[in-house]
């Protein structure tokens, strides 16, 4: 018989070991983080989730680490598709050092309408969560549209801008930031200010998942600047209002709470002109403005605020796994935060698990609610669904 493979650490457990390791009391490195030692003390203990983006990147800075050596990359030994998406990333990461702008390709590029289609089932694999998928296609069609040239340019930017988003969603927040600036170059090469707009959220995005919500505000709030003169081109609006979500997250990371809602207000006044959208792949619009919402206001510790919003938000009207699971996810994240909430909670987690597993199996956040809700389900049955959903997440 096989043997069961050992149990990924959790958050709490990686938390107490890098304090251990530096020799700080408690007391002290909650200190560094800004939080009360008894958070502190608690999330060692698993007796608090941390399933909180903002906090977790206050513990690592304390711990002068990354967020991702906290969070880890659970993957269920069960779960083939997310082993084969991880798997993926090594090759990704190779193209996209070797696609230098600076250098030319000395491969023949296929005909760009080959490109362009390759480049539609990749999109259509993302947006599906579909990341093994993804990350099989991209290494060829990385260094093929560099071959291409100029006339793939705007390809290109759209290759690395998924590629980017993937390495984000599997938890490889330097690659990820790799892919945003792969996408940067091709915009600029392009000389195109949407493109470059696109490019810059990019870098926003990969710059939160590092951590450096400063950084990501600061390159948001630029992109903001500069598209504001181009809002009449195609696209321009939708991306300027992606751009200030993005600027709301960044914000409420960084402790901003008034900046942030500002942010999120603006561009939710920006949806209700522009309706519910597909320009780009961003999908902006009302729909879109309240999951975001859901998110920053779980993260920025207001449980209740986000699952009211996640209450008047119907996540159908976007028919993709890529915004329904953040939707169904983060919600549970809200739920599980609730008193007498947790079979509400294991219910929103399901639908995600259904929409993108493996998103969902690859998720350190998931991991932790789920682990928090099991710790709860020994003194109150959690049922056999719960534990279902821990054995399939490695959650022990």
Not at 364 to 389: D, K, N
């Amino acid at each position: 018989m096989t043997p069961r493979p050992t149990a990924d650490p959790t958050i709490g457990e990686r938390v107490r070991d890098r304090r251990l390791l530096r020799g700080w009391s408690i007391r002290y490195a909650a200190s560094r983080a800004g939080v009360s030692h008894a958070t502190w003390s608690r999330i060692e203990r698993g007796l608090q989730a941390a399933d909180n983006r903002f906090m977790l990147a206050d513990l690592a800075a304390a711990l002068d680490c990354a967020p991702s050596d906290l969070a880890g990359m659970p993957v269920p030994a069960a779960d083939r598709a997310a082993v084969a998406a991880h798997a993926g990333v090594r090759a990704v990461r190779q193209a996209l050092v070797d696609i230098d702008p600076a250098e030319p390709s000395d491969r023949a590029a296929p005909p760009v309408a080959e490109l362009g289609r390759t480049l539609a089932l990749v999109d259509e694999l993302r947006k599906a969560c579909d990341y093994a998928g993804a990350a099989q296609l991209l290494p060829r069609l990385l260094r093929d549209l560099h071959a291409a040239g100029t006339e793939a340019l705007r390809m290109l930017c759209e290759a690395a801008f998924i590629a980017s988003s993937v390495l984000r969603n599997l938890g490889y927040p330097a690659e990820a930031w790799l892919g945003a600036e792969r996408c940067r170059h091709a915009a600029d090469a392009a000389d195109d200010p949407i493109l470059q707009g696109y490019a810059e959220y990019a870098r926003a995005c990969a710059a939160t998942v590092c951590g450096s919500y400063e950084r990501a505000l600061t390159l948001a709030e630029r992109a903001v600047d500069e598209l504001g003169r181009h809002t009449g081109r195609p696209g321009g609006t939708e991306l300027l209002g992606t751009l200030q979500l993005i600027c709301a997250q960044a914000a409420r990371g960084s402790r901003r709470l008034d900046d942030s809602r500002a942010w999120t207000a603006e561009a939710a006044e920006l949806a209700r002109g522009t309706g519910e959208t597909t320009t780009m792949g961003l999908y902006f619009g009302p729909t879109n403005v309240g999951i975001w919402r859901i998110g920053i206001e779980v993260d920025g510790g207001d449980p209740g605020r986000a699952a009211e919003i996640a209450r008047d938000t119907d996540a159908a009207v976007i028919p993709l796994g890529f915004r329904q699971v953040f939707f169904y996810a983060d919600t549970a994240r809200a739920l599980a935060r609730l008193r007498g909430r947790d079979r509400e909670a294991i219910r929103f987690l399901l639908a995600a698990e259904r929409v993108a597993p493996q998103h969902v199996h690859t998720s350190a956040m998931v991991q932790e609610t789920t682990r928090s809700l099991l710790e709860r389900s020994r003194r109150a049955a959690g049922g056999s669904e719960l534990r279902g959903l821990c054995a399939r997440m490695r959650v022990a």
